[in-house]
């Protein structure tokens, strides 16, 4: 007797979720035109029996008009960064999940780093061969004219953030970037209610797009909210300069932060980091002197890290779903692949405020 194909089967056999296959088979809800295809295909070839012969069709039609699977010749989706992200780092999930959706279209992914030397001339990694890359994306690479030299290969492209590009032209690329404001606006609010009259921001602002707007979100909020203006309590040029923020820099720049924070004229009831680490950091460096968290001053970062859940006092956050921005940029690299001469998009992966010890006193 033959074995029934479900949709769960289909979802194994692709690395996609069984709501994703539903959403195909049944032409319901929105999915990307790429991975539709791939889903019918699929079902196809495993006798599906309840797929209907319209969508079969109609994904064989748009098949041949221009597939996404990997040719023999241009087969590498290469990830090109500044500083490879490391254990703690939310990129490492989702470059897990891009990795399963490229393999499953054929695709092999490479990663090359940056050297600081082919930042400054603009030049790509000499192990990297264009004939074999169809197609980049950047993660931790903020350098604003890297990034233009790379849209000038004509290569389909994706970036996963951006440099922050206020005083120059917009960068004409895709772009995948997580929500960054929408939970500091909550939890500031939150805090207003609680009676709360001072707030700081800590975090370089010029670092990178997410940086940039988590610290006016935290600016904007605090003015919305009434409290007292946020830029005097705040420390925007930390880490310091533009070199790389990377879980390991963190450390090494704690004794900086310090001091900072000691040259304060006055410190807020509340500070919002630029991210887990620099939030881990700060209450660090205010135990050093002598000031509790949260019982003097609350802090919260952003990413929820896994320290963000085992740090002490457990850190308030904004939780990343590093599984969807997998799912997203996969699904932006390939419809540029297919599609090469479509609009560049921005697009915004969902984000979840969770709170913790660090900003509970009670």
Same mark, same amino acid.
């Given at each position: 007797m033959a074995v029934k194909?479900?949709?769960?089967d289909i979802a194994d056999a692709l690395g996609l979720s069984r709501n994703t296959?539903? &959403? =195909?088979?049944?032409?319901?809800?929105?999915?990307?035109?790429?991975?539709?295809?791939?889903?019918?295909? &699929? =079902?196809?070839?495993?006798g599906y029996r309840n797929l209907s012969v319209q969508n079969i069709a109609s994904s064989q039609s748009q098949s041949s008009s221009g597939s996404t699977l990997a040719s023999s010749g241009s087969n590498e989706i290469a990830m090109l960064t500044s500083a490879m992200p490391g254990g703690s780092h939310f990129a490492v999930t989702t470059l897990d999940r891009m990795q399963q959706i490229f393999s499953s279209r054929g695709y092999s992914m490479a990663f090359y780093r940056v050297t600081p030397a082919e930042l400054q001339q603009c030049t790509l990694p000499g192990s990297l061969s264009l004939k074999k890359a169809a197609a980049i994306f950047c993660m931790e690479l903020f350098d604003y004219d890297y990034c233009r030299m790379l849209i000038d290969l004509g290569i389909p492209l994706l970036t996963i953030d951006t440099p922050l590009c206020m005083d120059k032209e917009p960068l004409p690329v895709d772009t995948l970037m997580m929500e960054n404001t929408l939970g500091i606006h909550s939890f500031v609010r939150k805090m207003a209610q609680e009676g709360r009259k001072t707030i700081g921001f800590i975090g370089n602002m010029s670092h990178c797009r997410s940086f940039f707007e988590r610290g006016s979100a935290c600016m904007t909020a605090a003015a919305l909210n009434g409290f007292l203006p946020a830029e005097p309590y705040s420390i925007l040029d930390f880490p310091p300069g533009e070199s790389s923020t990377t879980v390991t820099s963190y450390p090494v720049e704690a004794e900086k932060?310090?001091?900072?924070?000691?040259n304060m004229p006055a410190l807020p009831e509340v500070f919002v980091c630029a991210n887990d680490f620099i939030a881990i950091n700060t209450i660090g460096c205010l135990r050093r002197m002598q000031i509790r968290c949260p019982e003097d001053i609350l802090v919260m970062g952003f990413d929820d890290s896994p320290e963000a859940r085992y740090h002490t006092p457990a850190l308030s956050t904004v939780h990343i779903h590093t599984q969807i921005m997998g799912d997203l940029a996969a699904e932006l690299l390939l419809s540029r692949i297919a599609n090469p001469e479509r609009e560049p998009r921005l697009t915004y992966a969902i984000t979840d405020l969770i709170l913790r010890e660090s900003t509970n006193r009670s």
């Open positions: 194909v479900t949709m769960q296959v539903s &959403k =195909a088979i049944n032409n319901t809800g929105v999915i990307a035109e790429n991975t539709k295809d791939l889903i019918l295909k &699929k =079902a196809a070839e495993m932060l310090y001091e900072m924070l000691q």
